[in-house]
C-alpha cells in the first residue's frame, strides 16, 4: 500500500465511536468472546472489607508523585525523539494517548503511552465512493513511498534516539507495536511509543456529500493494520466525566486494575 499527502489546511474531525465485542474467527464461524474477568476475581476469597478498601484504592487517581515520574518520563522521550534529524526532517510529531491521558489510570500502576505519528496518511473509504473520490475530497496525492519501508525507518530512528538517551539496557523492543521504556523506580514511570501514520475514514453523508474522520494507523511489525482515534477518547471522556460528575472515572479504573478487557474501537 502507497502512502499518501493530504494537505495540512484540511480540518478532520473525528466520527462517533461505535464499540464491537471481541471475534473470534474460525472456519465454522464466528464467535463472541465472552470471559468474565471481574467474576473471576470477585470469586476469590476476599472479605468485603477488603474488597471495599481496595476498590477505594484503585478509584483514586495517580498521586503527585506518580504524575510527576509519568510527566518527567514523557518529557525526557520528547527530548530524545526531537534530538532525531530524521524524525525532525520527515515532520514526525509526538502525542500523549492512552489511560493516563485518558485520566482513567490505576493508581501505582501508571504508564505513559505516546504515539509518534508521521504526515503520511492512510487513507480509507466506504463503499458508496471510490479512491479518487476519497482522495481527492482530502486533497490528497501519492508520496511514493510504501509505508512498510518508513515505519521501518521511523522504528530504527525511535528506538536508536532512545537507546541514546536511556540505554539499550533500558528499552524493551520485542513489541510488535510500541517501544517500551522501562522505569527506574522513584524517578520516571515506564512509557510506551508507538509508531504511526495518520489516517483518515472517508465516507458519504447520506446528504449527497462526503464526511471524513481522521485518527491514526498501527502497522505493526506483523503487517497488521490498527486504527485508533485518541483525540476523540479524550474528548468523550472529557464530556463523559462531566456529565457523571466524575463518576465514570471510579468504575474505570476498577475494571483497569481487575484486567477486564474492554472492547476496541474500530
Request: charged residues 20%; proline residues 5%.
Amino acid at each position: 500500500m502507497r502512502a499518501v499527502w493530504v494537505r495540512a489546511s484540511l480540518a478532520l474531525s473525528p466520527p462517533r465511536i461505535q464499540i464491537t465485542p471481541t471475534l473470534c474467527e474460525g472456519k465454522t464461524g464466528l464467535a463472541v468472546a465472552t470471559r468474565n474477568y471481574l467474576l473471576d476475581e470477585l470469586c476469590k476469597s476476599r472479605s468485603r472489607s477488603s474488597w471495599n478498601d481496595r476498590l477505594t484504592h484503585w478509584e483514586r487517581p495517580a498521586s503527585d508523585t506518580e504524575e510527576a515520574q509519568i510527566e518527567r518520563a514523557a518529557g525526557m522521550v520528547r527530548e530524545a525523539l526531537c534530538g532525531s534529524a530524521w524524525l525532525s526532517a520527515e515532520g514526525v510529531t509526538v502525542a500523549p494517548q492512552g489511560s493516563y491521558f485518558n485520566n482513567t489510570n490505576v493508581r501505582q500502576n501508571a504508564d505513559q503511552d505516546l504515539r509518534a505519528v508521521h504526515p503520511l496518511i492512510r487513507v480509507e473509504h466506504d463503499s458508496s465512493i471510490n479512491w479518487q473520490t476519497a482522495t481527492g475530497y482530502l486533497g490528497a496525492f501519492d508520496s511514493g513511498r510504501a509505508f512498510a519501508d518508513v515505519v521501518r525507518q521511523m522504528r530504527a530512528e525511535i528506538d536508536g534516539a532512545l537507546g541514546g538517551k536511556f540505554g539499550a539496557l533500558n528499552l524493551d523492543t520485542s513489541g510488535s507495536k510500541a517501544t517500551r521504556v522501562l522505569a527506574l523506580p522513584g524517578s520516571r514511570a515506564p512509557a510506551d511509543i508507538a509508531a504511526c501514520f495518520r489516517y483518515a475514514w472517508v465516507s458519504a453523508n447520506g446528504l449527497g456529500g462526503i464526511a471524513h474522520a481522521e485518527g491514526i494507523s498501527i502497522l505493526s511489525k506483523t503487517s497488521t493494520w490498527t486504527n485508533n482515534f485518541p483525540v476523540q477518547h479524550n474528548r468523550n471522556g472529557i464530556d463523559k466525566r462531566t456529565r457523571t460528575l466524575h463518576r465514570f472515572n471510579r468504575p474505570s479504573r476498577n475494571a483497569a486494575a481487575i484486567g477486564v478487557a474492554w472492547p476496541e474501537v474500530p
